[in-house]
């Protein structure tokens, strides 16, 4: 559905994309994870035909690149910023931006009232888009993206600065359009929700692509041991790196100051610290 | 088209329900128009008096001295004129609101008021406006009479006149038999009645002086009507505020639009409009179809109201419906520049309404372009408000040729076009470098 091939930007001295090569088959869900400055955006901009490459080629769904007007049509976009207009209603903004994606009458109503109910804001539909919360607002831009039926939807962050309900129902239609067989290219710093929803990754770093596969490969390749948190008797606590974690655990298990123990296993955010030497920038 | 028309809609929708860019693309010139032509239809009754141009053809020293009188009046404003001709013209261009012409014999007539011939002097208005006549006579009258006054109430002076009355009316005791039974012995006693007043060194009182005046008619006014030439003048104040308002709400239109194009990009939604399969050139006329619809739409309130509550009479009607449209071509090109000068939309909104407010300030926006000097006139000639503005009067109330509609309205396309091939320009290069 989508593929990446050798891509390259340079913004003056800095190489912001570096022969950065990756695809994304039909239905599938793919992350695209990297620390601030990895060149995540500047990708998705190349993907979305906002910037135009340096080098390399996109195509996707193998008719073209992102300038071809068929390609946008499929394509559906929700950037990390919430693009809408304040100043007019929900339903306002989604007809509006449907009708640039050729909606009209009926087909448009009807596609308007779908994604309202999937984003679970039917109830705001009169509401003025500068009036409701931030979770709505993200929700609102994503019911945007996906208003024309997209096949491939390309979403920056689009969990930024939302709470937890709103998340959790951002999560869920996000698998119920995986599960329908939208492609999905996904940029998170939010390792759980990549863990959750990405059927593979990419990760980035400086512009290259440092390693790519499904979250538990990456784990098993990339995360290292377990570690084994022990608290002793006279309160001190202990992290053990164990590489065998069964045979490390039986032998503590004979040791009677141990008071307290368990296993923690190497997560999305390990592997990314192992790779990029770097913390992900704050949880938005 | 669908796509323009959609992308137009929006912005007109986002622009009436954005407060302040309402206020200022359509009240704010509302408003403008009624104050300053408020202000100008009022100024005439509120000046320092009524302007009045004096002929004296008399050139004596008792017509030198009214002339003096009147001129002590706070309630008109004397300039001297050589000629009866020159007086009437001075009217005729309006540039005074009446004339005082005193004939020759007007001091030897006013001075011997018992000489049988009355003080007589014209008065020459503008029959339209009665109310500035009225007044003017009214001054006149009392000038004239306040001097008859005066006269009498100096029994030496008004001695000297009964005696100088009955010595030239006595050659016409013997034919006129009104003159000898009446005229003479009421002289005589008048002339006794002053002696016994200057003997008594008293001066009569009120009573004394006003009773000989009472009845007397020693004077009379004769009326001159001199209809004003009123072409190349606007028939109202609001003729000429109301072009000076609309190009208010152009400046306001090609301000919000110009702004609204910087805040799709910093607020994000233009990347978005970007990615949709629409071309950028969709998405710039949808802009300025937008900016020239709200221009037209602002304008065409503004003429309605101005024509129908402030009694504008188009005298090019034709012409005006085509000026309006060309002057909004005008504002979209300037907004389409405006709307690349500034990366964010404080700095768009600060450059775009500091270029706009010079272009009115100069070009006739704020004040009237007729009333400034000759060289801020020329200077304003480089501002598209400046046009607009010519184009506008010239249909509503100046008259014009259509050689100078013409090229008012090619400088005004020209203007448009200008900018709006700079503007796309200078957008589609933001673009790709972005």
Known sequence: MLQIHHLRRRFGPMTAVDDLSFAAAPGECLGLLGPNGAGKSTTVSIVTGLLPADGGTVRIADRGGPGDPAVRAMTGVAPQALAFYDELTLIENIRFFGRLYDLAGPRLRARTAEVLDLVGLSDRAGSRAGTCSGGMKRRLNLAIALVHGPRLLILDEPTAGVDPQSRAAIMDTLEHLRATGVTILYTTHLMEEAERLCDRIVVIDRGRLVAEGTPSDLIRRHGGPATIVLRRADGTAERLPAASPRDTLLALLQDRDVMELHIERPTLETVFLNLTGRALRDEA | ?434
């Open chain 2, 1 to 434: 088209m669908m796509h323009v028309l959609t992308l137009a809609l929006k912005d007109l929708r986002l622009l009436a329900r954005d407060r302040v860019g309402f206020f200022f693309t359509c009240a704010f010139p509302l408003l403008y128009a009624i104050f300053f032509g408020a202000i100008f239809s009022g100024s005439a009754g509120d000046r320092a008096g009524i302007s009045v141009v004096v002929a004296d053809l008399d050139q004596t020293p008792e017509s030198a001295a009214f002339v003096e009188e009147l001129r002590a009046s706070s309630a008109l404003e004397i300039t001297l004129a050589g000629s009866e001709e020159a007086a009437l013209d001075h009217v005729r261009r309006g540039r005074q609101t009446g004339a005082v012409i005193l004939p020759p014999g007007f001091g030897q007539a006013r001075s011997n008021p018992f000489s049988g011939s009355a003080a007589t002097l014209r008065l020459a208005v503008d029959p339209a406006r009665s109310a500035e006549r009225g007044l003017l006579e009214g001054v006149v009258t009392e000038r004239l009479f306040a001097s008859l006054a005066q006269l009498f109430g100096d029994p030496l002076a008004a001695r000297d006149l009964a005696r100088r009355s009955q010595a030239g009316l006595a050659h016409r005791a013997a034919t006129d038999p009104f003159v000898g039974a009446a005229v003479l012995p009421f002289l005589q006693s008048l002339e006794s009645f002053m002696d016994q007043a200057v003997q008594q060194d008293g001066a009569p009182d009120d009573d004394a002086h006003a009773a000989p005046a009472g009845g007397l008619r020693p004077f009379a006014i004769e009326h001159v009507d001199v209809a004003r030439n009123r072409s190349g003048e606007p028939p109202t104040a609001f003729a000429v505020s109301f072009p000076q308002a609309i190009s208010w709400a152009l400046i306001g239109c090609a301000a919000a639009f110009g702004i609204s194009l910087v805040v799709e990009r910093t607020r994000g939604t233009l990347p978005r409009l970007l990615v949709a399969p629409i071309r950028v050139g969709h998405l710039l006329a949808g802009k300025a179809l937008a900016c020239f619809t709200a221009t037209v739409a602002v304008c065409v309130f503004l003429l309605l109201v101005g024509c129908t509550v402030f009694g504008i009479r188009p005298v090019a009607p034709a012409l005006l419906a085509l000026a309006v449209p060309v002057a909004a071509s005008a504002f979209v090109g300037i907004m389409m520049l405006l709307s690349v000068l500034g990366r964010t939309e404080a700095a768009a909104g600060g450059i775009g309404w500091s270029i706009l407010l010079i272009m009115a300030m100069v070009g006739g926006g704020m004040v009237p372009q007729f009333i400034m000097p000759a060289w801020m006139q020329h200077v304003g000639a480089v501002s598209p408000v400046s046009w607009t503005i010519r184009l506008l009067d010239g249909a509503l109330w100046r008259g014009t040729t259509a050689s100078d509609f013409a090229t008012q309205s090619a400088a005004l396309l020209g203007i448009g076009l200008g900018g709006l091939l700079l503007g796309i320009i200078v957008f589609r290069r933001r673009i790709a470098a972005s």
